[in-house]
């Protein structure tokens, strides 16, 4: 059956094809006429464009989106509604996302450096302005691939702040439900705690771990019980799933997966700048090897 929206002009924008579709609603290429540079529009599910309290949320989410201006984060460039149609626009990033990486790539300690610093600068800005991304997780970092062919540098951008949440605490989702993916959840969003910066450490600390091991922390068939690992289980060791493991790295994942908010790192830069000190500790040879072990 034929997509009604590829062709549609919604604002400047003409709808083309569909690249995804997820939770809250569909992802399109698009276009403007007046150039040839690619965009990407997301169109909210009908079932929550009816709905005026999510609209009126929606408007006010978005444009403080609108607002975050950083490098590393990719930026909304418009949005509206039309025709009971609620959309946004953001530029098109040509690469793929870290988590296809992850099914393919095994991650140095420097090439998790890489990654780590300007997703955690882009974290820090996006807290210093009012918005807790609440949903960070590899499929949420994108790596710009037309970049890293020209330069041999990796570009991440961070991605996907249609979950946020603003600092002061004002929800923007639907009341009671608890927003995020189980595997990058930390304690405190699970029990409906309140959300900070922290929350956003916790789960790039699972990212972390994750890059560096090759597998997140807890994992299940179930994501009940992953859920409950989050809240009642140590994560295990890195230096007990791989004995070549840099000691230096482990206290700083532990650190950032701490049960409570105050015992882990206050701020993503934190966490940053505690990875590349322990990082000088190891061998020159060591950071360019992969410590990944089996899921």
């Not at 989106?65 to 590393?72: D, F, N, V, Y």
């Not at 929800?171 to 993916?181: D, K, N, W």
């Given at each position: 059956?034929s997509?009604?929206?590829i062709?549609m002009?919604?604002g400047?924008?003409?709808?083309?094809?569909?690249?995804?579709e997820?939770?809250?609603?569909?992802?399109y290429?698009?276009?403007?006429?007046?150039?040839?540079?690619?965009?990407?529009?997301?169109?909210?599910?009908?079932?929550?464009?009816?709905?005026?309290?999510?609209?009126?949320?929606?408007?006010?989410?978005?444009?403080?989106?609108?607002?975050?201006?950083?490098?590393?984060?990719?930026?909304?460039?418009?949005?509206?509604?039309?025709?009971?149609?609620?959309y946004?626009?953001?530029?098109?990033?040509?690469?793929?996302s870290?988590?296809?990486?992850?099914?393919k790539?095994?991650?140095?300690?420097?090439m998790?450096?890489s990654?780590l610093?300007?997703i955690?600068?882009?974290?820090?800005?996006?807290?210093?302005?009012g918005?807790?991304?609440r949903?960070?997780?590899?499929?949420?970092?994108l790596i710009d691939?037309?970049?890293?062919?020209?330069?041999?540098e990796?570009?991440?951008?961070?991605?996907?702040?249609?979950?946020?949440?603003?600092?002061d605490?004002?929800v923007?989702?639907?009341?009671?439900?608890?927003?995020g993916?189980p595997?990058?959840?930390?304690?405190?969003q699970?029990?409906?705690?309140p959300i900070?910066?922290?929350?956003?450490?916790?789960?790039?600390?699972?990212?972390?771990?994750e890059?560096l091991?090759g597998?997140?922390?807890?994992?299940?068939?179930?994501?009940?019980?992953?859920?409950?690992?989050?809240?009642?289980?140590?994560?295990?060791?890195?230096?007990?799933l791989?004995?070549?493991f840099?000691?230096?790295?482990?206290p700083?994942?532990?650190?950032?997966?701490?049960?409570?908010?105050?015992?882990?790192?206050q701020?993503?830069?934190?966490?940053?700048?505690?990875?590349?000190?322990?990082?000088?500790?190891?061998?020159?040879?060591?950071?360019?090897?992969?410590?990944?072990?089996a899921?």
């Amino acid at each position: 059956m034929s997509d009604p929206l590829i062709g549609m002009q919604l604002g400047d924008y003409i709808v083309g094809m569909r690249i995804d579709e997820g939770a809250m609603g569909a992802i399109y290429r698009a276009f403007k006429p007046t150039n040839n540079n690619p965009f990407v529009v997301k169109v909210m599910l009908a079932k929550h464009s009816r709905d005026p309290q999510f609209r009126k949320r929606f408007a006010r989410e978005v444009a403080l989106l609108q607002t975050l201006k950083h490098p590393a984060i990719i930026s909304v460039l418009a949005f509206g509604e039309q025709e009971g149609i609620l959309y946004f626009v953001m530029p098109f990033i040509s690469g793929r996302s870290l988590d296809s990486m992850l099914k393919k790539t095994r991650f140095s300690p420097n090439m998790v450096w890489s990654i780590l610093d300007p997703i955690s600068q882009a974290l820090d800005y996006a807290h210093a302005h009012g918005v807790i991304h609440r949903d960070l997780k590899p499929s949420n970092i994108l790596i710009d691939t037309s970049a890293a062919r020209t330069s041999g540098e990796i570009y991440p951008y961070l991605a996907d702040f249609g979950l946020s949440k603003p600092v002061d605490g004002t929800v923007l989702t639907e009341a009671g439900v608890s927003i995020g993916t189980p595997h990058y959840m930390a304690p405190e969003q699970i029990n409906g705690n309140p959300i900070t910066a922290a929350t956003d450490v916790y789960a790039l600390g699972v990212v972390l771990y994750e890059m560096l091991l090759g597998r997140v922390p807890f994992n299940d068939k179930s994501p009940e019980l992953v859920v409950l690992k989050q809240i009642r289980e140590t994560p295990p060791a890195p230096t007990a799933l791989n004995g070549d493991f840099p000691p230096s790295l482990e206290p700083v994942i532990i650190k950032a997966l701490e049960k409570l908010p105050e015992k882990r790192y206050q701020t993503a830069g934190e966490m940053s700048a505690a990875y590349w000190q322990a990082l000088q500790a190891v061998d020159l040879e060591d950071r360019k090897q992969s410590y990944a072990v089996a899921k």
